[in-house]
Structures are given as structure tokens and as C-alpha cells.
């Protein structure tokens, strides 16, 4: 399945895998330049017609001609803005000659302007080159991104998909993150957190972070609220000064009956979202969330309860319910109606489908979702990626 990264990645190569070369102009820059030239000369031809052999308001416009340039390299390329200084200077040249301007100003004026062409020309080069850095950049963190956001495990009992979608501004990388580990003994643990901020530090903060998390979810069985404990414990030792927010699920095997129990702990995060086979939805909230991680330490507590066969268990970042312009109440209320409207659809349909209604945009925040369904008969493969019909990892 194609993520987002793959969409951008694949739109950056040209035939045969190559990389395309980067253009940050548009032919409007260059369209201005020339018309701020041809009206400048206009100006300056038209006035000299209309007062033939009487001084002209006007006079010798030619050195306003340096404007081209400048209007050029405001967002097109090096060699766009020396094209058309170029053009400006000649103009420049032909307007002393047809104005009879002698002496130092018809050398003056049209240098002015092939010296204001090649100061534009730097300037665009320099621009250029450092929106190139910034292009590399943000690529180069998505890549990271997703390689620390690897494939879930396929449990024979549980059905699994996960998708992520990055903040439109910024780096379009930051610190949600999603996992899920076979648990010891058996049974998968669920983690969904969020790193404060949406940037390149985020998201490093948030791979060392997830990695520890996840390496003592695989350590030895113990309940989510003991593991969140230890990871908080470890990450000053670590060097990780981070602020983050995080569920952690334990899903035990399944029972006879296809149930799973499980307990969870939450440190500031949107507590766990149960959806029943017919559309009921449940908010899995055991009282006021504990801290966030990092905060100052604190005593966590678990919560139990039944993951039922066909029900759906979503984990989700804040990001998917707030919105600059709306109350985070109605945020909550549209995932439930879009949770309940959708309910009967397989859980990568149901992300894509939550996601559709609740972002139809590009998000300001990044999102991260994780929804489990006890399995059915016949159901699915893991799932990952974003607004896309499910597949198979790879």
C-alpha cells in the first residue's frame, strides 16, 4: 500500500527511477519582468512621441527598467531572472539611444540595471539552493519517519490496521506514533503516543522513545501501567527530556468464545474507543487520565475490560478530533456518529472511512490511528497507509 511518503516520494522521480531536477519557478515570474519591461518602455517611448521637441515630464525612464529583475527573482529561477535582466538591460540600452541620452547616464542607466539583473540572479540561486536544503530535509525525516513506524504483527486472532497521516505545515513529520509487539506469554500489546510538537526533533524524540517503550513491552509480561512507569524511569537515565502522551493495551489470547480481555493505562492521552459489532460506541474512560510522560512523576493505574469478537478497538492522537476553529467536545462527538455510521466495515475501511469525514483536508496536526477487531471468520490482513482500501503490507 502507498502512503503518503511513497505519493511525495514517487512524484520526485522521473523515468526509470531517477531523481527529477527541481524547478522552484513558475513561468508567471518571468511573464511579470517582461511586462513590467515592455510597459516601462511603452511608458518611456510614448511619452517621448507625445511631446516631440518639448521636455518631457517623463524623460528617460530606463533605470526604472531594474524593477525587472527584481520582480523576477521574487520566485523564479537563476536563470529565468538573468533572462529577462538581460532583456531589461538591452531595453535600457535602446531607450538611451532613442531618447538621445548622452554622457554618463546612457552608460549609467542600463549598468544600473544589468548590475540590479545579476545581484537578482544570486539572490534567486541562493534561494534555490536553500529550498533544495529544505526539500532534502523534509525528505529525508519522512523517510526516518517511516522507517521507525514499521508493519504490526498478523495475530491469527486479531485484525490490525494502522494509518498515519503528518501535519500539512512545518516539517510534515512530528511525534505520533503508533505500535503494536506480540506480548510475552502471548497476547499483543497496543501503543499509540504523541511527542509534543510536529518537527524533526519530534520525531527523533519520538523513535527513541517508542523504541524503549516497545523493547520493554517484549521484555516480560507485566500490566501497561507498570510499563509505562519503567519507560518513564528510564528515559532521564536515557537523555530523553521529552513531554509525551501515550496508550498502552494489553490484548490477552483469545477465549473460547473469541473475546479478548484487556487492560490498559493511559498518561494524558484520549483514552481507547470500543465499537460494538452494532454500532454502539463506548469511550474506555476509568476516571481522569494519569500525567503525561515526563511531566514529574507519577503513580499510573490500570483499567480492564473485553475486547468482544467482531467488536473494534480504536486508538487515536489528539490530532484526529482537534480543531483551532471548533470546541474538542465536538470533535469527540463527530468520531463517535462517524465511528457509529461505519461500523460494520472492516477496520481499514472504517479508518479510511473516520478519516474522510473527520479530515477531508490536510490536517494541522499529525494523526495517528490503531484499530483492532477481534477476528471473524474470513476477515483481513493488517492493513497500513492512508485513506486507501486495505492490503497487505509491502
Same mark, same amino acid.
Given at each position: 500500500m502507498r502512503t503518503p511518503h511513497d505519493r511525495d516520494a514517487a512524484s520526485s522521480r522521473g523515468p526509470g527511477g531517477s531523481p527529477r531536477p527541481r524547478t522552484f519557478g513558475a513561468p508567471l515570474w518571468p511573464l511579470l519582468g517582461l511586462l513590467a519591461t515592455a510597459a516601462i518602455a511603452a511608458v518611456d517611448i510614448g511619452a517621448g512621441l507625445l511631446h516631440a521637441g518639448r521636455p518631457s515630464p517623463v524623460a528617460n525612464v530606463s533605470g526604472t527598467l531594474a524593477i525587472a529583475p527584481v520582480l523576477t527573482s521574487a520566485g523564479g529561477t537563476r536563470r529565468q531572472t538573468l533572462a529577462v535582466g538581460l532583456v531589461a538591460a538591452l531595453t535600457a540600452a535602446a531607450l538611451v539611444l532613442v531618447d538621445g541620452v548622452h554622457g554618463v547616464p546612457a552608460v549609467a542607466r542600463p549598468a544600473v540595471v544589468l548590475a540590479t539583473? =545579476? =545581484?537578482?540572479?544570486?539572490?534567486? *540561486?541562493?534561494?534555490?539552493? @536553500? =529550498? #533544495? @536544503? =529544505? @526539500?532534502?530535509?523534509?525528505?529525508?525525516?519522512?523517510?526516518? @519517519?517511516?522507517?521507525?513506524? %514499521?508493519? +504490526?504483527?498478523?495475530?491469527?486472532?486479531?485484525?490490525?490496521?494502522?494509518?498515519?497521516?503528518? /501535519? &500539512? &505545515?512545518?516539517?510534515?513529520?512530528? *511525534?505520533?506514533?503508533?505500535?503494536?509487539? +506480540?506480548?510475552?506469554?502471548? *497476547?499483543?500489546?497496543?501503543?499509540?503516543?504523541?511527542? %509534543?510538537?510536529?518537527?524533526?526533533?519530534? /520525531?527523533? /524524540?519520538?523513535?527513541?522513545?517508542? /523504541?524503549?517503550?516497545?523493547?520493554? #513491552?517484549?521484555?516480560?509480561?507485566? &500490566?501497561?501501567?507498570?510499563?509505562?512507569?519503567r519507560v518513564e524511569g528510564a528515559a532521564p537515565l536515557l537523555g530523553l527530556d521529552v513531554l509525551a502522551t501515550a496508550v498502552v493495551v494489553r490484548l490477552a489470547p483469545a477465549a473460547a468464545d473469541g473475546s479478548h480481555a484487556l487492560t490498559w493505562s493511559t498518561a494524558g492521552h484520549p483514552p481507547p474507543v470500543l465499537v460494538h459489532p452494532g454500532g454502539r460506541v463506548e469511550v474506555l474512560a476509568d476516571g481522569a487520565p494519569d500525567l503525561l510522560l515526563g511531566l514529574e512523576p507519577a503513580s499510573r493505574h490500570d483499567a480492564t475490560g473485553v475486547l468482544p469478537r467482531g467488536a473494534t478497538l480504536l486508538l487515536h492522537t489528539d490530532g484526529l478530533v482537534e480543531r483551532r476553529e471548533a470546541d474538542l467536545d465536538d470533535g469527540f462527538r463527530r468520531l463517535h456518529e462517524a465511528l457509529a455510521a461505519h461500523a460494520a466495515l472492516p477496520p481499514g475501511e472504517l479508518v479510511d472511512a473516520v478519516l474522510a469525514q473527520l479530515l477531508p483536508g490536510e490536517p494541522d496536526d499529525d494523526v495517528a490511528l490503531l484499530a483492532v477487531r477481534a477476528r471473524c471468520p474470513g476477515a483481513g490482513l493488517v492493513t497500513r497507509g492512508s485513506r486507501a482500501a486495505p492490503a497487505p503490507p509491502g
Open positions: 539583473a =545579476l =545581484l537578482g540572479t544570486w539572490l534567486a *540561486g541562493a534561494r534555490d539552493r @536553500q =529550498l #533544495a @536544503q =529544505l @526539500q532534502d530535509r523534509r525528505e529525508a525525516a519522512r523517510t526516518l @519517519q517511516e522507517a521507525m513506524l %514499521t508493519d +504490526p504483527p498478523e495475530p491469527a486472532d486479531l485484525e490490525l490496521a494502522i494509518r498515519y497521516l503528518p /501535519a &500539512s &505545515s512545518g516539517d510534515r513529520v512530528g *511525534g505520533d506514533w503508533y505500535d503494536a509487539v +506480540p506480548g510475552p506469554g502471548g *497476547g499483543t500489546v497496543l501503543v499509540i503516543g504523541d511527542v %509534543t510538537g510536529h518537527d524533526v526533533r519530534a /520525531a527523533a /524524540a519520538m523513535g527513541q522513545l517508542r /523504541a524503549v517503550l516497545r523493547a520493554y #513491552a517484549v521484555d516480560r509480561a507485566e &500490566s501497561p501501567a507498570r510499563l509505562l512507569t
